[in-house]
């Protein structure tokens, strides 16, 4: 019957491989946006413009004003593991940029069409660019696929035309170009918030008005206020808190973090909540801290409301494991429990209005 004979093992094709990493770091378009501001974060940039078209889908087009890529690094921009910002196993433990892998324009090559205008300020003119499948390309058909001089400022413009027309079944999977679209700008967002020092603005092509504008803030509270509406705004807690002074540790790693939380009071309450986390800078998701710092809100809170809560923690980047997935979503780190604990202790005094004078010093 079927089960004697066991199938042979073959070696699948490099574009298929290619392709399966792809599908693993790129969801949806608002993954690629991800990656595309990280990026532009990294390269120090102060402005980021993004304008969409078709939620992401039809194209999805990046400019920033950071340092701009080399003209002779742009043949292996877009191949996997092509990195500026890690050489060797041991630095992935003191990782102070969003990337690291060297994956994102790659993915994006292999199921998309990128091309890249880049200038760095030493360059006289920019050079255009196009990519397949990790490969330079030519523009049309006829051309060479080396980069072309061109004009433009200082900075990167990344395009990405046509995400997934090479695999129709995540195509397929996706919401409609509105929902996309709002995941964009959830996560632009986000960003606008953390990184509130940078201008970061979103638009439909086409339309002059854009829908996300930060002018850059002074502080996080001014920047939620800005960005999240003034209902939240008005009803915001800030604290910021290290290790308990009064505990003695015995683990090193346990004594370098800090954290941020900008949280609402008990005269906010919403359908459901809003929980920004940034660990190291990084926008992810932990459904264990999450539920930690909702319960700090049981007692004050109706039942079936929700806080807005905005986190940043920042840990000694050797304790930190980004590399768990692929989408760097989800991070772990030493002493989780420990942290989460005190950062909710701290918080919910706060909220409870006992400690309405104390500061709470931050330790580095
Ligand atoms: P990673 O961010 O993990 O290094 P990426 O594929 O996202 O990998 O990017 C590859 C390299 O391309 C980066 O290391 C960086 O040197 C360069 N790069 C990408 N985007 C930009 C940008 N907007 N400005 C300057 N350099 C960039
Ligand atoms: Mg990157």
Redesign the pocket.
């Known amino acids: 019957d079927a089960l004697t004979e066991p199938k042979p093992i073959i070696r699948l094709k490099e574009s298929v491989v290619n392709k399966i990493a792809a599908g693993e770091i790129i969801h949806r378009p608002s993954s690629a946006l991800k990656?595309?501001i990280?990026?532009?974060l990294?390269?120090g940039?102060t402005s980021i413009r993004v304008t969409i078209k078709d939620g992401g889908m039809k194209l999805l087009q990046?400019q920033?004003n950071?340092?701009?890529?080399k003209c002779s690094?742009l043949p292996i921009?877009?191949e996997r593991f092509?990195?500026?910002?890690?050489s060797s196993f041991s630095d992935l433990s003191h990782l102070t940029?969003?990337?690291?892998?060297?994956?994102?324009?790659?993915s994006i090559s292999h199921v998309a069409h990128l091309s890249v205008i880049?200038k760095t300020a030493a360059a006289e003119h920019a050079w255009k660019v196009h990519y397949e499948d990790g490969k330079l390309v030519p523009a049309k058909a006829g051309q060479t696929a080396e980069p072309k001089p061109c004009a433009g400022n200082d900075?990167?413009i990344?395009t990405v035309e046509d995400l997934f027309y090479n695999t129709p079944t995540r195509l397929s999977a996706l919401r409609s170009s509105t929902e996309e679209y709002a995941r964009i700008l959830d996560v632009m967002t986000k960003y606008a918030v953390h990184n509130h020092k940078v201008a970061l603005v979103c638009k439909k092509a086409g339309s002059s008005a854009p829908d996300l504008s930060s002018s850059p803030s002074s502080s996080t509270s001014q920047a939620i206020n800005l960005l999240y509406g003034t209902s939240i705004g008005k009803a915001l807690l800030q604290v910021t808190c290290g290790p308990d002074p009064n505990t003695t540790h015995t683990s090193k790693d346990a004594e370098s973090w800090k954290a941020e939380v900008v949280f609402t009071n008990a005269s906010y309450q919403a359908k459901k909540f809003v929980f920004l986390l940034f660990i190291n800078h990084r926008l992810v998701e932990s459904t264990r801290i999450r539920r930690a710092m909702e319960t700090i809100y049981t007692s004050i809170l109706p039942k079936g409301f929700f806080p807005f809560m905005y986190l940043s923690l920042e840990i000694n980047p050797e304790s930190v494991d980004v590399n768990v997935h692929p989408t760097k979503r989800e991070v772990h780190f030493l002493n989780e429990d420990a942290i989460v604990e005190r950062v909710c202790n701290v918080s919910q005094e706060r909220l409870l209005h006992k400690s309405q004078s104390r500061s709470y010093p931050t330790q580095t």
């Open positions: 990656e595309l990280e990026n532009s990294d390269a940039s990046i920033d950071g340092c701009g890529i690094d921009l877009a092509t990195t500026s910002k890690l940029t969003y990337g690291f892998r060297g994956e994102a324009l790659a880049t900075g990167t990344i």
